[in-house]
Each structure stands twice: as C-alpha cells, then as structure tokens.
C-alpha cells in the first residue's frame, strides 16, 4: 500500500474505532500545523494498526489499554476504553488488564486506569 493509501487507511480505521463525533472535533483546528501534525499522529498510531501482521484489532485495542494506563495517560487511555465496544474488547478483559498493569507498572497506574474504567461504565449504566 502506498502512502496515500496508508494514510487513508488509517483514517478510516481510527474514525471507525473512535467515532465521527472524536475524530471531527480532533481534526477541525484549520491551523495548517494542526492538520499536518493530526495526519502525523493518524499515519503513525492508526498506521500501525493497518499494516497488517499476526494482532487482531482486539489484540492491538489491549495492547494500547495496557500502554496508556501504564504510562498514566488517562486521557488516551479514556479514549481508547470507550472504544472497545467496536474491538471486541470484553469488560471482563480490561478488568483482567488492570490487574495486570497494576502488577507490573505499579499500583497508581492501575488505581487511576481502574477510575476511569469505572466512570465509563457508569456512564453506559454497567456498573463498575
């Protein structure tokens, strides 16, 4: 696939995952920096995802839970848990990450990845 493609691979694919509504809000600064820079992100992060290879969208949706929790980047970790419903990420397998992180990244990565998976779900009235 050649750039272009790639790139509009990849566009297609994080506004499928992350909604119409994120990506809008995401890409409607008109600053030419801004949009340069968005495409960047877009190629790199969501690149990765479209290349192919033996990860599954559910695989390559834990990996980055797991990633942005234990980096303590909540709000990406936010964005990217409210998105499992179209990875095919199960609740009971971001509970499962969360031990998981907190184990080996450390208790506040886990803790505050555990409240924002909490105020997801009572968002989406699940429960905890």
């Known amino acids: 696939m050649d750039e272009n493609g790639q790139l509009e691979a990849a566009r297609a694919l994080r506004r499928r995952l992350l909604g ?8 409607a600064d008109p600053d030419p ?6 495409d960047y992100i877009t190629s790199m992060a969501w690149g990765v995802w479209t290349r192919g290879g033996a990860l599954s969208p559910r695989d390559r ?3 980055v ?9 909540m709000e990406e970790f936010r964005l990217h848990a409210s998105s499992t419903p179209r ?21 506040p990565a886990g803790i505050s990845a ?8 009572a968002e989406r009235g699940s429960g905890a």
């Open 20 to 27: 119409d509504a994120y990506v809008d809000r995401a890409t």
């Open 33 to 38: 920096v801004s949009a340069e820079f968005q």
């Open 61 to 63: 949706s834990l990996l």
């Open 65 to 73: 839970l797991a990633m942005t929790a234990a980096l303590g980047r």
């Open 87 to 107: 990875t095919g990420v199960t609740d009971e397998e971001i509970d499962e990450l969360l031990f998981q992180v907190a184990a080996y990244c450390g208790a």
């Open 114 to 121: 555990r409240r924002v998976v909490k105020a997801l779900r």
